[in-house]
């Protein structure tokens, strides 16, 4: 009894002291319309956090900041951290930055994302804020802009601002890609093969949990109050874990 009761204190103090040093509480959203589609990524995202760290649904702030079709030049960084101006005391933990779909498709956007992450990442030490990337989606056909293999072009630009500016990266692009390979019947795009679909949202929302809190979304019970079924979510929360495990 003394042996189990030492075994559990023990398992106790270490989940209580990783709640207790929890980072990223404070996070801001910044990109477009595949942020802000099927009730906002944000809000699947926190829902996940909350579910895995309850002591915590009362201090996790989560803001987004969208523009329909922005690039990720459109946006006044310097206004957005500067947090109290959009209802926030304390200054954000984390700035989750989303690029425009067609920013990795020419030279002259590619160089101009790549400047202004490095602009980005300068504006966000200053405020304490740590910058981190997400990879966005290729289309899918009946997007006239489709074309084979375009997760290449837009994961060589995320990685390579990434490592230029030091700088963490959400693979959601390459999750959306082994997804299709493993299943090529799942629906990932909505009908104009470019903006996520439910499930594209739940996995991206999968992925973005996994990252910011180092923690598996495998068996995460979340599935939007219903509307993902149970072969869905376990199917998705799969590959969320070893797209993030393989990147």
């Known amino acids: 009894m003394k042996k189990f009761f030492l075994i559990f204190f023990i398992s106790f103090s270490l989940t209580a002291n990783n709640d207790t040093n929890l980072a990223n509480k404070n996070i801001l959203f910044v990109g477009n319309s595949y942020l802000y589609y099927n009730d906002s990524l944000h809000n699947h995202v926190k829902r996940m956090a909350v579910e895995r760290f309850p002591s915590y649904e009362e201090k996790f702030i989560y803001k987004s900041s969208t523009i329909g079709g922005a690039r990720s030049w459109h946006h006044n960084f310097e206004h957005l951290l500067e947090s109290k101006n959009i209802g926030v005391d304390e200054s954000f933990d984390l700035l989750i930055l989303q690029g425009g779909s067609a920013e990795p498709l020419s030279e002259t956007s ?133 797209t993030i495990s393989n990147f």
């Open 110 to 242: 590619r160089v101009r994302f790549q400047n202004t992450v490095k602009e980005v990442n300068k504006i966000a030490k200053k405020h304490g804020t740590k910058l981190v990337l997400y990879m966005t989606h290729a289309y899918v056909p009946p997007d006239k802009r489709y074309e084979d293999n375009m997760i290449n072009k837009i994961s060589s630009l995320y990685v390579n601002a990434g490592k230029a500016n030091n700088v963490e990266v959400i693979p959601v692009g390459i999750g959306f890609e082994n997804a299709y390979k493993e299943n090529p019947n799942i629906r990932l795009h909505n009908i104009d093969g470019t903006h996520p679909s439910l499930l594209g949202t739940y996995l991206a929302a999968c992925i973005v949990y996994g990252v910011l809190y180092d923690d598996s979304p495998i068996g995460i019970n979340y599935n939007y109050y219903g509307k993902v079924s149970d072969q869905e979510r376990i199917f998705i929360q799969k590959i969320a874990h070893e």
